[in-house]
């Protein structure tokens, strides 16, 4: 059986599906791997890199694609590379079927079997699969790197002759993996960081990091039986608002990660929240490219809202194209080892296993 991916359109990404250190593990299985010329040479990694590690470097996506029983991809295919796959040929990736629904249906009435690992269940076998986890993880540490990066004063106390210098406040919205991993990288660097989220079991976890958790009054566990947030009542929305506003007074630093799969991204930071924000601040918009968190967020752009910015990244993983490559390729082998059956070698659509079950497009 053949494995292919080709090159992603790189002015929106930059991750790849296949990098030379997990090759090695498909050949170990005997698949064969199929890439496009200069596959990742935007990441520093050659050709002949990928070649001395047995893969084969063909002309064109079209050659990769009519070549391979399999293709292994970051994001969904442009439409006419959809157009060329054929009957009982796999396609994986990051699909979105929320934003791409009609040009998946196209493709599996074609009888090409398509799936999708943001839909990955949350289940102990899942785990080294978890591209949601993998990626977020590095997006939280990023978003932190970046909105201190921007912020014009220190982060940690410091005390010197001349004064002290007061720690910077951080609040970081959504206590999911980039979340927790944002209060971890935030407290490293010295800041004193507040954080909110639906998911009452997040209280636990977000202190175990040195994070202070704002409760909402009369707030109830919020989360969904696959470990997401649910959406809220109008009641709650009012008293978090309230909660909000009122810590936003002290807050330098927004992070914002609350996302509900599937659906536009909470709006939790209103205007006049951010109107009572210190002059200088920050907000860091993970959830740009899903509506975002706040009011008045525009995705790829920096908005100065009465002195404080708001920024609005739709793939901040461009900025980490490397590690994040690293780690999606470790997700999509441990995807494809499942997929494959060793005695039979070739991959079976398996549909009593939960994981094919669960990120088959239907």
């Known amino acids: 059986m053949i494995v292919g991916s080709i090159s992603e359109n790189l002015k929106d990404e930059k991750r790849v599906a296949i990098t030379p250190e997990v090759l090695k593990k498909y050949t170990s299985l005997g698949l064969k791997i199929n890439l496009t010329k200069n596959y990742a040479s935007h990441l520093g990694i050659s050709d002949q890199l990928y070649e001395s590690e047995g893969a084969n ?5 079209s050659e990769v694609i009519s070549k391979s029983d399999a293709i292994l991809q970051m994001n969904i295919l442009s439409d006419e590379n959809l157009d060329k796959l054929s009957k009982d040929q ?7 079927p929320y934003l791409n629904l009609e040009k998946l249906k196209k493709t599996i009435s074609r009888d090409v079997n398509c799936f ?3 839909l990955l269940p949350r289940i102990t076998r899942a785990q080294s699969m978890d591209i949601l986890s993998s990626q977020a993880n590095l997006a939280g540490y990023k978003a932190v790197i970046d909105s201190f990066g921007y912020f014009k004063k220190a982060i940690p106390m410091m005390m010197t002759a001349a004064g002290t210098i007061s720690a910077a406040k951080v609040l970081v919205v959504g206590a999911g993996v980039a979340g927790l991993q944002a209060i971890a990288t935030a407290k490293r660097m010295g800041a004193i960081v507040y954080a909110t989220d639906v998911r009452l079991a997040s209280k636990e976890q977000v202190e175990s990091l040195g994070g202070k958790f704002l409760i909402v009054e009369g707030s109830e566990n919020l989360e ?4 997401y947030a649910k959406e809220t009542s109008d009641e709650f929305k009012k008293k978090q608002e309230e909660l909000l506003k009122e810590t936003l007074k002290k807050i330098d630093i927004v992070i914002c990660t609350a996302l509900i799969p599937g659906k536009r991204a909470p ?4 205007k006049d929240m951010i109107e009572v924000m210190p002059k200088g601040s920050i907000i860091y918009d993970l959830a740009a490219s899903q509506g975002g968190n706040s009011e008045i967020t525009v995705v790829n752009d920096i908005i100065d809202c009465n002195g404080v910015k708001i920024m609005g990244e739709s793939n901040i993983l ?3 194209p490397v590690s994040a490559s690293n780690l999606y390729a470790k997700n999509m082998f441990n995807f494809i080892n499942n997929l494959f059956d060793k005695d039979k070698k070739s991959f079976e659509v398996n549909s009593e296993d939960e994981i094919i079950e669960k990120t088959k497009i239907k």
């Open 267 to 270: 709006i939790i930071i209103k």
């Open 116 to 118: 999708s690992l943001e």
């Open 90 to 96: 796999i396609l994986i990736g990051v699909l979105n």
């Open 224 to 227: 969904t039986d696959g470990g």
């Open 57 to 61: 470097i063909l002309q064109n996506d």
């Open 318 to 320: 461009n900025k980490l």
